[in-house]
């Protein structure tokens, strides 16, 4: 019988420190692999996080572009009437300017025409107050060469001047005057109706004429004219009620009034 070999107390101890040795480094190492995976786990959670912040941070960003997108393209809907008006209302200066320009430079000729005009037209009309509606013609002369005197100011006078002896045709006017009788004068009573009759009285009120401008003649009235006459002066100076006047006209509807107005004048 074979007898057992037993092993000397020294060696047994050396082999089960060893053991522990040996397992200690294992556990060291897993512990070590543990806590790489757990700290490559938190990088790649961390990296998974950042990705996924940056993600939204893109995705925030594109729906703000997307947002401003919209309301650049609602602005420029908005806009573009607003600037299609503002370029017509260009072109309508621009055309007004334009236009200016050429009245500007026709201005000269047109005043000149329109005095001219309203010469001829006092020249022709009924003479009643003619001295002072050629004087007033006359002083358009010396203001269209007058340097001091600015275009528009020279066009506002030419305007009034016309206003004046176009006032004449809504008047109804009564004045004591000298009527010319050859190389005598004598006083009577003036009467006139707009542009349609211009009429003498006499003192006594037994003559009276009606001025027949086609003729450039006074011409004496009837009996009953002159009742007619005598009316007209009380009604213009309201000292009757008006009423209808049976009078023979001065002149004839084609003779009231100049070829064209002033207006149309400034327009041709």
Not at 33 to 43: I, L, M
Not at 73 to 99: C, F, G, H, T, V
Not at 152 to 167: F, H, Q, T
Request: charged share 30%.
């Amino acid at each position: 019988m074979e007898k057992a070999v037993s092993c000397p107390p020294t060696l047994t101890r050396l082999g089960f420190v060893l053991l522990l040795c040996w397992l200690s480094t294992l556990a060291i190492a897993d512990t070590t692999r543990t806590q790489e995976a757990s700290k490559a786990q938190a990088e790649l959670q961390a990296r998974i996080e950042a990705a996924d912040d940056e993600t939204r941070r893109k995705l925030q960003a594109l729906r703000d572009t997307r947002t401003n997108i919209q309301r650049l393209e609602a602005y420029n809907a908005e806009l573009i009437p607003l600037l299609e008006r503002q370029a017509r209302e260009l072109d309508q200066q621009e055309e007004a300017l334009n236009s200016l320009t050429r009245t500007r430079e026709a201005l000269p000729v047109l005043m000149r025409s329109l005095v001219e005009r309203l010469e001829r037209w006092i020249e022709s009309d009924m003479p009643f107050l003619r001295k002072e509606r050629l004087a007033r013609a006359a002083s358009l002369e010396t203001l269209l060469s007058d340097p001091q005197v600015s275009p528009s100011d020279k066009l506002e006078r030419i305007l009034n001047a016309w206003r004046a002896e176009l006032d004449y045709g809504r008047e109804v006017d009564t004045w004591r005057g000298q009527l010319e009788d050859g190389d005598q004068a004598r006083d009577v009573e003036f009467l006139r109706v707009g542009r349609v009759g211009w009429y003498y009285l006499t003192p006594n009120g037994h003559a009276g004429g009606v001025w027949k401008n086609a003729s450039r003649e006074w011409v004496f009235l009837a009996e009953g004219e002159l009742k007619s006459l005598r009316n007209g002066l009380r009604i213009a100076r309201d000292q009757r009620a008006p009423e209808l006047l049976i009078l023979p006209a001065s002149l004839s509807i084609k003779d009231q009034a100049p070829t064209s107005s002033p207006a149309e004048e400034s327009r041709s």
